[in-house]
C-alpha cells in the first residue's frame, strides 16, 4: 500500500497533519528531529507557522513526559479524534519506560486502526505497536540494538534492522536516531512537493535525505563500512539477522530487498570476488570462532546453533578457514592468541574484507562491544 493520497486530505488543516504521543524515557533527538522536519516545511520563511504541516503532541493526560535525558515535554491536547491527523506517530526511547507505559495510549493506537488510520513506531515506538497488537502480519524495522529484544518479546512478528524506516501497509516503522529525519523528508515530500522537502534538508545542514532502502549505519568496523553498494551492506544485515536460524538462500535475500539474485551476485562479486553463499558461509564460521573463543558452549552446541548438520562438517570447515580444529583454537585461548596456520589460512582467505571478518570483528560481537549500559534498556 502506498502513502495516503495528498489530493483527499481536507480542505480545513494543512497538507501534512501528525499526533504525535510520547512514551516515557523517549528518544529527544529523535523527536525533534522528526518534528523540527515538520516546522521547517510548514511555512514559506522561517516563521514556524503550522501552514504546511500541522503537529499536535498528544496525550492520555496533561502530565509531562519525560524524555530518557531529563527534559520533559507536557502533551498539548488529550487524545481525541484519530481523523483529524494523516498520521499517528508514536516515539520511543529507552525501553526501561515502557513498563510505565498507559493503557489508554494503546486503546487508542488501537482505535486509530479501526478507524482506517496510518500508525508510524519510531525508535521503540515499533515495540508499542507490536504491544498494542498492531503489527502482526506487518513488517517491524527496529535499531539494530534492540533487534534480539524486539525477537524474544514478540517471537511470532516479522521484523529486521537491515534498513532506517519501513513502510507496510498502514504502518510505518523507522530505526529511529537522524532516521526519523528522513522519515520526516519522506513524509514531507509525498504531501507538500519536493520543493519542500528540498528546503528541509538545507535548512537542516543534510546533504540528502535517505529513503527506505537505505541500510542503518553500524558500529566502526572498516570492512563494512567499506562497503559502497547499500543493497550488499543490506544483504549482509539480512544475513546476520538470519546467523543463528535457518540461513536465507540468495532468492530469499534478493526478495527482501527486491532485487533480483542475479543483480545480488553481481554486486556481491564486484565487492569481494565472492558470492553471497560463500561471503555468509565466512560470516557464519567467524562468528563460530568467536563463540570458541568467548562462551563455555560446548563444539557440539556450536555447530549446531549454527546451522551445521554435525560437529565433523563444523571441524572441516573451521579447519578450512583457521588451519586448525575447534578444539585446538579453544586449548590455546587463554596463553596466546590464535595463529593463523599459513597454508590452511591462505586457502581459506579470499580477499582482505574477509581476513576482516575471519580476523577481526563480525557485526553482531562489534555491537557487544559498545559501552551501553544495561540499565538504559
Known sequence: MTLPDPRSRRDDRPDLSVAVLLLPDFTLSTFSGFVDAL??????????RQLHCGWTILGASREPVRSSCGVEITPWKLFGNPDDFDYTVVVGGLLRGHSRIDKRMLDYLRKVDERGGWLVGVCTGSFALARAGLMTNR????????????????PDHDVAADSLFTVDGRRITCAGGQGAVDLAV????????????MKVTSGMVVAAARGPKHPQPHPELQWFRGIKSAPVQRAILIMEHH????????????????????????????AFSLSPSAFFRAMRIAQCRWELLNTDKSTGRIALDHGFSDASHFTRDFRKYYGTTPARARQIRVT?????????????????????????GTLSRSFDALDWSASEK
Open 39 to 48: 516546522r521547517i516545511a510548514a511555512d514559506e520563511g522561517d516563521g514556524s
Open 139 to 154: 513488517r517491524s524495522c527496529v535499531h539494530w540494538f534492540h533487534l534480539q529484544e524486539f525477537i524474544e518479546q514478540f
Open 186 to 197: 519522506y513524509l514531507v515530500e509525498h504531501h507538500c512537493g519536493p520543493g519542500m522537502a
Open 243 to 270: 546467523m543463528s536460524t535457518r540461513p536465507l538462500g540468495v532468492q530469499a535475500v534478493a526478495a527482501v530487498l527486491g532485487v533480483s539474485a542475479k543483480t545480488l551476485v553481481r554486486g556481491f562479486k564486484k
Open 336 to 360: 596466546q592468541p590464535l595463529i593463523p596456520h599459513k597454508s590452511g589460512f591462505e586457502r581459506g582467505r579470499q580477499n582482505a574484507v574477509l581476513d576482516g571478518i575471519l580476523w577481526g
